[in-house]
Structure formats: structure tokens, C-alpha cells
């Protein structure tokens, strides 16, 4: 006994079965992401003066990763249309570039933009100290220009062993452009181009430290934010990089032979949930990039 | 086997109703994909500039940039996705689906806006 | 229906004469394991699910057993199981038969997630709509066969997992089945406890495979109603359990992935010590955590109930679906109001999507949001009252048959009343603040989810039994079962409204024996003192039980033959073959009228099912029945 409207559609829905399956998979997700984002807005509102970081993700590489994302919504809808007019070396040519995209996508976020994080460190000072920091933090400038406070001191860790050695009472930190010249307008704001890091080296007592940590979901509700939904977004892309090289691999070539209206189907389901997956790092780029 | 329930039976059907993207549609739609995927790109850049221009409160740019996400997404949902062009039933889903989901933006912000005391 | 015609989830299968061929190939070479164990076929999956959350079902009522030793006989020993369970479980979690706070906790936590998650939703939900679902709609199976399948073996590694939790350092979990930050996050962690196998973290992992069997069956079980209803099964002509489930379906799909975002982040918590539900300056037995704070334990709260309140509503609508099969077949008429039905149960669906934080009094919402929830609550209550009377209404006039399932079923509604009625109270946060987190409390869901909801899978047992294995069970012990099932659920749970408003509270190791308010004597015995009588009914009733599980089992090889419709229905799965074959249906049927078309005038028979073709004498039985209407 067939299952009805694998392929075909039921003539008082218009649609084939897994395509209401996927677009009901799809629903759960935007709830699934839904749920992410509104701890998100909960968290940001909720957080304490200076302790919702920005302009610590790196733009340039962020934009290009949107872009590459992007590209590969077009590359597999092209696939699909290429499926549609029953040209199939064009189809696994765009196929091929989107799988690329991905790959290439996952690469610069695990090799590189994450890595990067983990090597860097930050020491939040506690209130009483902030003070004691002003030339590091600059938040009587800050104060003027209407900003939020700073209130952590960043860098690259030149005595990793402190973080574990108790005896060490102090963190070495080589700085950060903004506690390095935190009188700069320049680094008030954001910028597109990540500054350089500076050779200035502080001296930090792990007395006035509230929380020494890498840049690590550890770090505060942001990088715990940022890594979790990127991280769950990274896992759905490596879920439809699997999905298009099956449908890549000569498997689709027997497939097509035999009927090529389903591989065609079967392309459409993937790239909605593709297409899904851009959707969400639309959202993702500006709010934990940019704003 | 009954009739509408018979694959061959609703292959008829379906060959008597084509679906919207016939295969000389789709050629015609190629090019509107590749425009969208410039404009998204534009936009990208966009949304890019704008966070680094001030409109007065931090809130404000907040705002513009998620209008700018928002229209994109719409795109990528409209065009990409077939939604300007789909059946009823997937808008009923989705109809459903986005008003739990701004329910849930919407009451959790007003959870927080709201406390006894702060 | 042949494995390899299944779909993957992404992809919808061949069906070409290639393929065909294969087919008749292994289709009679399926082996003992692809057919009973890694099935694809629905009723295999829907017996799997039933077995499976049967013994979860009284697996998590033993636990309760347990606890009601310590409840009325606190810091007393348990003789000989104690000391038995003390081997059994470790690390000193009953001494000397002294039940140990922690395992207390624990088996509190436990009952709680097994009975809802790994009982209740798996039966009502997966195991019945398995089975029922695709042949009251007449199909050949779910639309998905293999992510059904998925969806099973998703649902029994969690249930593993969750008891693998009671034998890790530790114990199970213990921070109450709705896992409350910050207080599960810091619960067994820390020195003498696996970063991974310890009660919290496999609780929450757990959680995520049992969440991701929902979605799973979820999307089936909406694109299987939507696309494979036989032809003329329209959709104001679908049973109402069909209905109820294709609800229950949408309550699953939108409402746990939020709950599925706040584990991982509470994970996330455990495994990376970020700090979505820690907030600044927490201190943990006098030192403050290595953290950076800025969480809150409130957004779990919201998270845990956006799920949490539709869940009561997956626990229900099955149930009240299953009472309505019944009642309209044991009363031979049709059910009453049966469009007011399917539109209560739609807008309680709606509803149950914004009425969570009702939960939530004591969190210090403010009152605007407070006023918010208690409106809706109050509102949701009317699709509840209005099928709760539909279902009475129907039984008004009937030449009822008083057979095991109707018994099962007549006895939920008036619990189930009891159990909604005693909620309004709850609604009104002035009245929570009292009984918030009572004994009140605990009567009030009990009574919907065991005599009600618990009762009508029992009733559904029995009458689908007949379907699935062509025999009926025996309805002297299905009697046997029923009466002492019903007395002592009333005298396990109305005391407890009784102690809720002594305010004894449900998380009390010691029964309420240190609350001085527990001394008040009630109807003749103190707050306290109730424990015994209530402790004694539970395991009456675990008692209770053993005549269900020998009738089942023994039914299924002795009991007595029957036809197709032993029960003289109306719905299609009674035109199948008992048991149905793979594929279900010899002949594809036809709908031709509504589903509950008893004592329909003109006919010989008071039963006309939903396939038998419309005659003259029906088309003026319907104009009759018009023309009174008007």
C-alpha cells in the first residue's frame, strides 16, 4: 500500500506531504529560535550599566559571512530552478557552490572568529575599584558623551598561569586599543575595522576583579547569547551542508534519471530549510555584531 | 483503491491544476533570484553603515537596523521561499506560528517591564 | 507499506515501477526486528508507545508509593524494601530504611517528569494517535513512517536516559519536575558529581531527546490529518479525536521548542557556567560563584511554562477526545454539539498559548501583566465548561450502556470537573497567594490528569483493545479494576484540598509534621494525620492496578473473539479488518456522512458508520431533524 501525495499534490491542499512537513518543522523552529531571541531581549534589558558588551565581534568578517550566506540562498534556489528545467550539470554546478558556502561559512566561524574569542581575556573590575582604573576604563569621558560606563579591562593575557594559580596576584593584560586610549573618541563607539592591539601592559589586581574570564560563554550574558545562538545556528547550517551533499552525490544522479520531479521536491524541502537558516543569521548579524 | 486516494488519480488532478512554477516559469523567475540576492547584498552593506551612523539613542539605531533585518528576511521569506506565491494552508501555519512568537517577545518584555518591584 | 517507500525527512519517496518491484521484494522479507521492533508501521509504533509508557505510567506511580511511606510515617523505616531499595539506589538514599531528604527530592522531581513526559503525553498523545488517527481517517499510515519510527526511539532513549539519572553519584534529579533556577543549576554539581552523568544534566539531556519525539510526531501527525483523510472525510465530519489530536499536534509543535531553547541554555549553564538564569551577586553556602551573573531565574520560569501551560491542555484534549469516541457509542446518539466541540477545543488551543504566567504569581510580576493572565485564564475556562457540557448533555436521554471503557469514561467527567472547578481559585492571584504551592494545588491538576486524564486512557484501553488484537478483554475484571481505582482516587486527592488549605506545602519532606496549622482537626483527623488515610488509598490503588495488567496481557492470547465492530460504531477504524493489516484498509472506504450518526431513523441497525452510502430514508431523517432544529 502507497502513502498518497508523496510527490504529488492533494488536490484540495495544492501541496505534497513533506512540504507541509517542512514548513511545519519550520514553524517549530521559529519558535525553537523564538525562544532564543526572547531570552535575548530579556537578558539585554535586563543587564546592568556596561555589562551588555559591544563592537567586540569582529564586523568585516561578519559581513562577509552574511555574504557568503547569502550567496548560497541564491545558489541553491538557482539549483532548484536549474532541477525545474531538467538541466542537471548546471544544477549540481550551483549545488557544488552551495555546499561551498557553507563549508566556507563554518570554517571562518570555528577556525577562525571563534578560536579568536577564546584567546582573549577580560577582567571586569568591581565597583569599588573602577576608580582606581579610570586611566585604563575613561569613564569620566565616557559620562560626558552620554555612554555606557566601562567596566572591564581586556586584552591578551601575558600570565595565562594566573587564572589557575592562586599565589599570582595580579593579571598582566597587554590591552585592548580602548583601555589602552580610552580618551580616544575614536574608541566611544564601535568601529568597522577592529583597532590594534596596543604593547601597553596593565597590571590588574585579582583583588578588584570581579570575574576574570577568556572570552568564553562564561565571559557574561552576551558571549552566552552570542555563543549559544550562533553556535545552534552553526549546527543548522552543518545540518543542510550534510543534507545538500547527499543530494550532491551520485545518489542524486540515479535519482533524477528515475524521476526527476522528486529530486527537484527533495531540493525544495532542503533549500527552504536553507533559506530558514540565512533568515535567522539576518537577525543574528546585527544584533550581536552591529547594535 | 479509491479514486482521489490512488497516486495515478491525484497525478491527473495535478497535471490538470500545474502548480505556479511551471518549467517555463522558472526560467523567467531566475532573474528576479538573482536580483533579490543583489539586493540583500546591498542591504547587508546597509544595515552595515547604518549602525555607525547615530540617530539620536542607541535605541533608535536598534530600531532601524531590526526595520532593515525585517525587510530583508522578508525578502529572503517572500521571494526565495515562494511565501509571495504559496497555498493558504502554509499561511494558516504561519499565521499561527509568528502570533505565538511575538507572544512570546511581547509578554516576556512586558514581564520584565512590569515587576512588583525592581 | 514497505520501508524503503518511506520518507526521510527531507524528502518525500520513489514511486515509480522501478522502485515497485523492490517492494514486493522485501516486503515479505521483513525480518522480526524490522517488524516489531524497528517498525515503521503506525500500529506497531502506537503499541510500542502504549507498552512503553504504560510501564512509565507505573513506574512513576511506584515512586510516589514510595514517597507516601515518608509522607505518612516521616524519619520512620520502611520495612524490608527499605533497606532493599538502599542497595538498590546507593549512596545512602534510604538508611536503615529512612528515606534521605535528597532521595525524596529526587523521586518528587521524578514522579513528576515520568508521569507527564514519559507516561501520560506518550500514551495519550503517541499511542493513541498512532493507532486511531490514521485509521479513523482512513488512511494507509502516517505520512512519515521512518521520522514516526525516529520519533519512537527519540522518546525511549530519553526515558533511558532519564532512568540511567536515578543510578548515577547523586541521585536523579531533585529540583522538582519544573526544574526552577538558580536552584537546578546548582544542584548536583560540584565535587562527587560527573560533569555529565549526574541527576540536572541528564535530566536536561533527556528532556532535549524527549522534546525532539514531540516535534517529531507533532509535524506527522498535522501533515498526516491534513493530506490523508480518505475521500469525503471533510473536515467538520472528522471525530472528534481526531480533532482533539490534530489540536494537541499544534500545542506540541509551537510550545516546546521554547522549552527546548531554555534546556539548552540550561545546559549551557551546567556545562559552560554562563549565566543565562544566575543572577549577579548569587551566593552558594556562603561564597560567592565563579560566575558573571546578569541572568534571570525568571526568564526559565517563562520559558519552562510558554511550554508548560499548553502541556496541561496535550494531557487533556487526547483524554477528552478519547470520552468523546465513547460516550457518543455507549449512549447509541450522536454527540451533542459537536461543532461547539471542535470550536471549544480550537479556541482552548488558542488560549492555553497565553495564559502561562499564571503559574508565575509569586515571581513579583506587576499588576498589569498580572491582570493580563488572570483575564485569559478566566476566559479559557469557558471552552472547558462548554465541553464538559456537550459531554453531559449527551449522556441526557440515552439508553447508556454501562460496559468497562463507559464506565472509565462517565467517571472522568465529573473528576474532571472537580479537578477545573477547583482551579478557578488559583486563577485569581489574590486567592494563589494562599493556596500557591500547596496540598490545594496538587489536588487540583491531579484530579485533571489522574481520574481525568488517567481514567479515560484506561477507557480507551478497553475500547480499542478489540481493534488492535480482535479480542475483547474481560469485563468482570475490568470492573474489578475500575471501582477501587475510582474510590481511592478520591480519597488519595480530596483530602489534599483539605491539607492545601491548612497550608501544608507539596514539598515538605515531613508531611506538614513541623507546621503548626497541621494540627487543625478536619473531619475529624488533623492536616497531618490525613497523610495515613491518603498514603494507604495509593497503595490500594497501585493494588488496584494488577487486575488491569493480567487482563491486559492474558486478553491478548485468551480473551474472547470478536468481529470488526464489537461495539457497533460509527468511526472508520471499525470498518478495518481486527487487528488491521499493514496498509490497513483492504478497500480504501469512503466517508459519507458524520461520525456519530447513531439511532439515525429509517435504519435497521442504530448504528450507521461513516462509509455506508446515504439512502433516501437518511435524507429524510436529516430534513426531519432540520426542520425540528428551526
Redesign the interface.
Known sequence: MEIPYTTTARPDTGLWNAKIGIWLFLASEVMLFGGLFSAYIFLRLDAAPGHWPRGLLNVPVGTMNTAILIASSVTVVLAWAALKMRQFSKYKFYMGITILCGIVFLVVKLAYEWPIKFHHFGAKITPAALEKYEPYLGNAHLREGGYEPRVEISGHLENPEALHDESIREYHIKLDAANAEPLNPDNDRPRFWPAPMSDKIAHVSKDDVQLASMYVPKHSTFFATYFTITGLHGLHVLGGVIVFIYLWLPVSARLYKRNPEQLANRVEVAGLFWHFVDLVWIFVFPLFYLL | ???????AA??S??QA?P?H?D?HD??K??KK??M??GL??IF??I??AL??FDFGS?KA??AV??L??TF??GL??AI??HLSAE?H??YQ??I???F??L???W???????????R | MDPSADLTSHAPAAHDPHHHDEHGHDHHELGWWRKYVFSTDHKVIGIQYLITGLIFLFLGFTLMMLMRWQLAYPGKALPVLGPMLNVLFGRGSMPEGIMAPDFYNSLGAMHGTIMIFLGVVPVAFAAFGNYVVPLQIGAPDMTFPKINMASYWAFFVGGIIMLISFFVPGGAAKSGWTAYTPLSVIADSGPGHHIIMNGQTLWLIGFVFLITSSLLGAVNFITTIIQLRAKGLTWMRLPFFVWAQFITAFLLLLAFPPLEAAAVMQLMDRLAATSFFMPTGLVVSGAALNISGGGSPILWQHLFWFLGHPEVYVLILPAMGIVAEILANNTRKPLWGYKSLVFAALVLGFLSFIVWAHHMWLTGMGTVVSAFFQTTTLIISIPSVIILSAFFISLWGGSIRFNTPMLFATAFLPMFGIGGLTGIPLAFNAADIYLHDTYYVIAHFHYIVAPGTIFALFAGVYFWFPKATGRMMSEFWGKVHFWPSLICMNVIFLPMFLQGMLSIHRRWYDGGQGWALSNEKVWGLSGFEWNVPISIAAWVMGLAQIPFIINFFWSIKYGKKVNDNPWEATTLEWAAPSPPPHGNFAVVPTAHRGPYEYSLPGRERDFTMQNEPIRDSDRRAYEAAAAAHD
Open positions: 483503491m479509491n479514486e482521489s486516494n490512488s497516486p491525484s497525478e488532478v495535478v491544476h502548480e512554477d518549467h522558472v526560467s523567475h531566475i533570484y538573482l533579490v540576492g540583500l547584498m547587508t552593506i544595515t552595515v549602525s555607525y542607541h539605531n536598534i537596523g531590526m532593515v533585518a530583508k528576511a529572503v521569506a526565495f521561499m497555498r494552508l502554509v501555519i504561519l499561527f506560528t509568528t505565538f512568537v507572544v512570546l517577545f509578554l516576556t518584555y512586558l514581564a520584565w517591564y512590569d515587576p512588583v518591584v
